[in-house]
């Protein structure tokens, strides 16, 4: 006995701690000495030291691994295992073993020298049963409706299958009727280039074209000046489009400039360009918006666009070239030209009569054009004019818009059962609506939660919104972009969180998102909102749809 | 001719978002213009002569000093006084005021630096003759002060060597107050031609325009200068001493470079002006939050210093002269000429010096050198208690979470926005129940609502800051938009404040119920930071109480309102406990209420790097418990950098990781692995070390030796030493560290300034010294950090979650025997929160190994020992039984590392007690001595003995 020892038994000693103590029951089995000689050792369980047995649980860390402190803190980042008897054991890391404070995890208050926690492993445990009562309850009733949208889905998978199979004979007869009617056209152009006896009327010839004498109209200067001008319209529109897109893009980034910078930094170059953005888009200045008087600056707004309208008179204005440009553009020229040759024909009695307007004096051309009006549509009525509708040409017109049609039909049917398809496969893909289509029922489901300032507006695998109060569209925080990264589809986790993303660019930060935390519960419903970080929001809400019946839960834990 | 502005503004790279318009720069501020105009004119003339003298004072010979008449030659009529005095331990204080003058010179800085009116010395010897007054004193009789009469000159000899010369360059310029019809009349005739220029018999010295006298405009605002010009030039020489330290705050090297002369590295003077400077370079001599007009000038044989007590904005000119002195010139807007000499002759006299003027920093709360957490915003209670969980989960210890300015509902500090944290006191007390704290931001300005109670209050009582006209409220711009000021000088404030902490209601007035005794409170924008004021602060025309204009008090402005929240944070209990307060402005004197930290830096190498610079400088200053935030403020720091400056931080008295809302989150838990590990490995280093960094606390709390020991104050007679400030000493603990502020280093040097053992911390290996250097490596995981020999450091290596949760854990003592086989060291305990300490209640404990040697033969055998170091001192009543002792009684020495030894001992054993284990393991001769569990008891006396004979 070493004399010392008195001294040591001074201090609340840790030797007297059970060799076992903190050990897990798996490990109990290898915490038993080996003899030798009069001497009992302990190994350490990396197998890199042998250690006197009353080594083990000393409060010294003697072994590399920690393992010989299974009931102390002396080794860093081992773990201690409290038995918790009548309720379940829980493992604790060894940095909070003897700290002082009793560990929620360990109700039996094994983690601190006995006598420091009182052991309240009845009242946890007793108050853990009627948790999980609650949870199990929560699950059974959430799990119904989950149940519920798997049968939507279910349903809905019917609804689509059946829809494919229509889609799919409907495909089939309109096959045919384009086959059908691409013979007709076939015939149409082998008799009009077959026929060369002299025309029976008028109306026949333009049918009769030869194909060489079609492609030698085409070289009329009118005809190629008309390609040329749809070119160069199809291009503008095409820059158009982009110059539009790219002024919206730009508008979105002052309007998120104006509404999101700190008018504190009193800088004057934001400050600047918040204005003029606002002079230019005609808004009200946007700290008598935040002072709440905005009506007087609105007034304003209108009147300018009236004004801009009233210059606009006489040019087509932003709707109509958004109505009837493309059709502009999509003009059969080739019909057209037909058209033309018949109206304006080479060496024809009108031709004097559709010139002489060259050769009238300009106050005089009114009248002169009511008069050709009404002799041309008496020739016509006589049929020795071109003017009105040939019945040769419409007819040919007719089926190669009878054609156009019937292929763009079957495109969309085509198109629409690629959808149909699609959707089908999403509908049980793990990555899409889950394995059990158990989300194809929120699909475009909208939930908001009210902040005070803002309301967030999620719709789910479609967009997140930010609205505020005080009016105005507010942004998009992010378009629906993925489940959970880091699990893997299929894995409960993975569906517990989805990402938004590539949402309205915020002024010196980055592009909003959001990611949406969802757990368990009887409602669809956003319960928090937290911008984490500049831009990137967390927002936490429940669904029934992740939770699964609680069998599901007994099998994985007998797995 | 280039303007400096234009240089200055060349070498600004462009990427960085520092505004140099925003901040005027010497030739934009009128009387720094003038200092710097006349310092050039003293140059140009030849028969350059200061135009002040002094009356032949009358004194005995045993009186401490002398008050006597100025005069100014070029002002013949106005009349100006000088008082010198020579102080306790031989500080001499120089004061010069105008007399009768049409106003009045702000005399009050050190009414606020001061610690009390310093005692005078009963040990001088005065003589006068016709020419000068000389003063002998000192316990050797070697210090000599030398008044010149005419021209003015004072300086102060040791040994028959300059130390410190005032006015011998005659840069003494006190501008007296005149009216602007005068000025105007001056003017008026200067314009006649040159016929009447000689009537401006001032002009050669005060320069023949009037510049900028009466007010003057910055960008869009106009300062009205209604007491006209009043600043004050003095220049301060060093003739015998080549390094100069201090004046911080500046981000530059820690000993400063020349701003005139051919050896330049800047072209303004540093300037002394708190302001609240965005996204500041790493590299300047501009004006940042805080202002300690202290100097310490250096040689090997010598160490002087000057505390200019003005507390308005000043410029300082420093030349290092070819003969190796320093010329410095300083150049302040108002106020008194108030000089204090500090004779040293070391380093550690100076600071002891400054320390018995301006105190000491107190004993801080012990949690506040654990790790602190913050971020610009956690946004939320359960954000917080979120950010803990996950700190726990990863098992990092943390002590401190921190909620900076949103958590405020429309920025009115104190009140809780309760969409977001609704239930504040539960979220405290979810952070506390694991023993750790919260801080929280209350800054200085309140926003003008009257539905908030704190600014309605202080309305009532009228102690806001006055606009220039004297009545009423100013009026700016702050973070909750428009913002009045709470006047500090104002003595009926200082209730008003201490009130408004209360955790409890009393006399129905609002108070921080919602808050806990614990939260400690951080201080920032206290520069004061106003976003639409000149310079980003506030206008120099304001009023504050007492008449004066916010141009006097600018620099102590930001001292007042730390001291009343560190005096409110005391009040809260009873006892009162040490509460903890950050602040971001500072001045002289602030160390007594908290810590400080480097404001808002960018996360780059060079901020990371500065940052060390700039925390030595605040050591220098008087400031120890200093840091720099983690991370950077501004941007996003790779790992590599982040780990990096975990490092720094935990090598800096004060350590907080700290965020810019705009930034990615950082917390270290979000690490990705090895980067992860790596930090958890250097927070537990820095809690495993808090015993050192407590007992160095306890040491600089009496003596004013800074916590953070650069070269020059551990080796004040190594020249080689004196230029280096990226590696440092802690405390007088032994351990040397140099932490890593580069990207991609395999290795470092470390410089050595003496032929002794270092042990590295880590793999125990000794080094000896080659060519003053030790070469270490210092890959990421790597830190480069030695334990001189000699030394003893107690640590407590358990990983604990936060560091009162380690009170009763265990003492590991790595000994580092010196060369000649000894070692010390000491570690200080007490309850880390009240004011025992006062009575006595530690446990301060010495640590000894001393080796015997046999003549011809190595050390024969070990004693290591620990001895009662309190019991020593007459601090308390001191009682080895105290109430503290008694509760760490329980505390074990588990571990003693013995480095040093060349050969296996034959035994160790307690002293009159048995056989230990132990292990001896050895490479290359480097033996390292593992005795396992001596069963001793930290508060005990105690003794092993290791044989090796």
Redesign the interface.
Known sequence: MHPWLLLALALPSLAALDKTHGVPPSLVSKYVPSTKGSRQTWTCLDGSKEIAWSAVNDDYCDCQDGSDEPGSSACPNNKFYCRNEGHIGATIQSSHVNDGLCEQECCDGSDELPGVCPNTCQEVGAEHKKKMEAERKLRKTGSKIRSSYIAYAHKEKKRLETLIADLVKEIETREKEVERLRGIKLVQESRAFVVTQPFSDIAERAESLSADELEHKKQSPLYQSLLVHNTALKSLQKEHKKHLEREKALGDILTSLRTGYNPNYQDMAVLEAVRGWEALAGLPHINDVRKGDDGEADATTEKQKTEDDVEDEGLWNAAKIEKELDQLIKTDHVTLLLEHDQLVGPASAQSLLLEISAYLPDALLPSYYSFRDSVLSALSVFGIGRGGTSDASAESNRARVALSDAEHSLKLTQDEQRTANEDLMDLFDPDGFGPEGEWKKLDGTCLSKDTGDYTYEVCLFNEARQIPKSGGSGFSLGKFSSWNKTARPGEPEYYTRQHYTQGAKCWNGPHRSVELVLTCGTENTLLTVAEMEKCEYQITGTTPALCRPLEDEHTKDEL | MWSPGTFLLLLLPTVLAFKPSDFKTCSQSGFCRRGRALAERSQELSSWHSPYSIEPPELSPHQPGFTTNVHSSVYPNVKFVLDVIIHEEGIVRVRMDEENGLRKRYNEATQWALIGEPLLSDDVLWTVDSKKAKAVYGSKKDMELVVDFNPLKITLFRGGVEQVVLNGRGLLHMEHFRTKEDSKLAEHIEGEGQSVLQVNSAAWFEGDTQDAFWDETFSTWTDTKPKGPESLSLDITFPNHAHVYGIPQHATNLSLPSTTGPTARYTDPFRLYNADVFEYLADSPTSLYGSIPLMHAHSATSTVAVFNAIASETWIDITHVEKGGVETHWISESGILDVFLLPGPTPADVFTQYAHLTGTAPLPAHWSLGYHQCRWNY??S??VRGVQDRFDED?FPVDVFWLDIEYAEDHKYFMWNK??FPDPVEMTKDVE???RKMVIIVDPHLKRSNDYPVYKRASELEVLVKPKSGEGEYEG???P?SSSWIDFFHPGSWDFWISLFKTDTIDSQWSWTESTNNVGIWNDMNEPSV??GPEITMPKDNIHYGGWEHRDVHNINGMLFANHTFQAAEARTDPPRRPFVLTRAFYAGSQRFGAMWTGDNLGTWEHMAVGIKMVLANGVGGMPFAGSDVGGFFGNPEPEMLVRWYVVGAFSPFFRAHAH?????REPYLLEEPYKSLVRDIL?LRYSMLPVWYTAFRETSESGVPILRPQYVMFPEDDAGFGIDDQFYVGSSGLLVKPVTEKGVKEVSVYIAEDQVYYDYFTNQPHRPKNRQITLPANLDQIPLLIRGGSIIPTR?????SSP??????FTLRIALDTSGNARGEVYLDDGETYGYGKGDVVWRGFGAESTKRKGKGIGAVRISSVDLAVRTQVGAYDPKNEFARSVG?V?V??LVVLGLEKKPLSVG?EG???LEWEFASKDGAGVLVI??????VVDDWAVVVKLE
């Open positions: 946004v939320s359960d954000d098992d969409k977001t129940a694991v023993e711009w702050c973070w938009g976003f639409n809302i705009d930034t990615k989150r537990r290596e358990r990983p604990r979650r949760l380690m009170k009763h854990d265990p329980d074990r588990e571990k307690l007690g048995s056989e396992k569990d001596p069963a001793v008891r």
